[in-house]
T-cell receptor, first 115, second 112 residues
């Protein structure tokens, strides 16, 4: 049972480059989301999805795109990387939007540095 | 909007000391409340949760009680161990379609 798998674990980008952070879950979870973690700011929601074909913006969506073509995968795309996007990115999933009952499962994170 | 405020860290304790990490929240309605723990180099793991007022969540010796009158969900442990060293996040899930709102995290360091 792999849970939530994120790749890569580490990445260094130059300003202006684009890349995709991968997230996959094998638990048939409906709900998937991306957070960024910055010192002193906790985790902030970037984008989320309540099911295949449905995505929506979170608190800090600018500079990021997502899509959800399958239940299992929820990639996060950085369109033109900026130093302000240096952060640790976490993907999380839940069986449904009723997180009170099911909670979230987190991936191990991607540490991104933009130079 | 909904928000969570945690006490600032880092918190440094000696082994077997009593731990309290304060958490207060602002939310409409009746949110569910959570504590997550992040060990070095890892993702977040659910530590405990409470879904209604006066519920007590507990796990691995940690406890937290949902206090609606004070809008608080403080984390406590009677005797901490070195292995409890981690970052602890308080979070809520309110009326926003499953979104989790996190506090800023509190780093705990336990010395032998």
């Amino acid at each position: 049972n792999a849970g939530v798998t994120q790749t890569p674990k580490f990445q260094v980008l130059k300003t202006g480059q684009s890349m995709t952070l991968q997230c996959a879950q094998d638990m048939n979870h409906e709900y998937m989301s991306w957070y960024r973690q910055d010192p002193g700011m906790g985790l902030r929601l970037i984008h989320y999805s309540v099911g295949a074909g449905i995505t929506d913006q979170g608190e800090v969506p600018n500079g990021y795109n997502v899509s959800r073509s399958t239940t299992e995968d929820f990639p996060l795309r950085l369109l033109s990387a900026a130093p302000s996007q240096t952060s640790v990115y976490f993907c999380a999933s839940s069986l449904s939007t009723s997180t009170a009952n099911y909670g979230y499962t987190f991936g191990s994170g991607t540490r991104l540095t933009v130079v | 909007g909904d928000s969570v405020t945690q006490m600032e860290g880092p918190v440094t304790l000696s082994e077997e000391a009593f731990l309290t990490i304060n958490c207060t929240y602002t939310a409409t309605g009746y949110p569910s409340l959570f504590w997550y723990v992040q060990y070095p180099g890892e993702g977040l793991q659910l530590l405990l949760k409470a879904t209604k007022a006066d519920d007590k969540g507990s796990n691995k010796g940690f406890e937290a009680t949902y206090r609606k009158e004070t809008t608080s969900f403080h984390l406590e442990k009677g005797s901490v161990q070195v292995s409890d060293s981690a970052v602890y996040f308080c979070a809520l899930s309110g009326n926003q379609g499953g979104k989790l709102i996190f506090g800023q995290g509190t780093e705990l360091s336990v010395k032998p």
